[in-house]
């Protein structure tokens, strides 16, 4: 299973889901319309570490994180 | 050093502790960049959620950028609630020279504001609504859409 956390303001539970790459993960949450806009300004990372293509395998036991829009300070 | 404190930072004592470390470090100049909620918009303060593991990664980075430098950075951030004129964010930089920590405390706010992963909050009625206008997306936001 990979949990899929939704950090700050996205108002979602995590997911567990049986997924190997986030080609996968991409699509399942494009289904999804409770996430509306997030998809489109969100930030992904996979076990803390930010990533900047799908291009990424999946074990079982791995996080995926949402992160939105900062504004810190 | 990042430090996390649940409301508002006691400002005067972080300094004076951040001083009184590095007093004999042989630093040359000590600037920090302070954060304080200004009263506008009819706000009542702020509040953030903080994701720690990322923004201790982001931190270490500006520390290892730092070091090369011969410089070190301190910073300290609030989660939770920050009423008005309390402070909710502190960075600092020591180094050598001034020339060095003037332009690292801008570069290092300036991603800060862009890359740190906190969530800000209008305290506004009595609801939490979160500042969306004032946010920015990381980088390389959007490739799940």
């Not at chain 1, 997924?19 to 319309?33: F, P, R, S």
């Not at chain 2, 504001?113 to 009625?125: E, G, M, Q, T």
């Amino acid at each position: 299973m990979v949990r899929v956390e939704f950090l700050g303001p996205i108002q979602k539970d995590p997911l567990a889901l049986e997924i190997t790459n986030l080609n996968e993960l991409a699509k399942i949450l494009q289904g999804d319309d409770e996430l509306g806009e997030w998809l489109k300004t969100s930030a992904v990372a996979v076990n803390d570490t930010l990533v900047s293509s799908l291009e990424c395998e999946l074990k079982d036991g791995d996080k995926v994180s949402l992160l939105p829009p900062v504004c810190g300070g | 050093m990042l430090e996390l404190y649940d409301g508002a930072l006691d400002v005067p004592a972080i300094l004076k502790r951040w001083y009184e470390e590095e007093a004999k470090s042989n630093y040359g100049a000590y600037i920090p960049f302070i954060g304080t909620i200004r009263d506008e918009d009819s706000i009542e303060g702020l509040s953030f959620d903080v994701y720690e593991p990322i923004l201790i990664s982001w931190f270490n980075s500006w520390q290892n950028k730092a070091k090369a430098k011969g410089a070190i950075i301190k910073m300290a951030h609030s989660k939770g609630d920050v009423m008005l004129h309390e402070s909710s964010y502190i960075a600092a930089v020591f180094s050598p020279k001034r020339r060095v920590a003037l332009e690292f405390i801008d570069a290092f706010v300036e991603d800060f504001k862009a890359s740190a992963p906190i969530w800000k909050y209008d305290l506004k009625h009595g609801e939490r609504i979160y500042a969306k206008d004032r946010s920015t997306a990381i980088q390389g936001s959007g490739i799940l859409s």
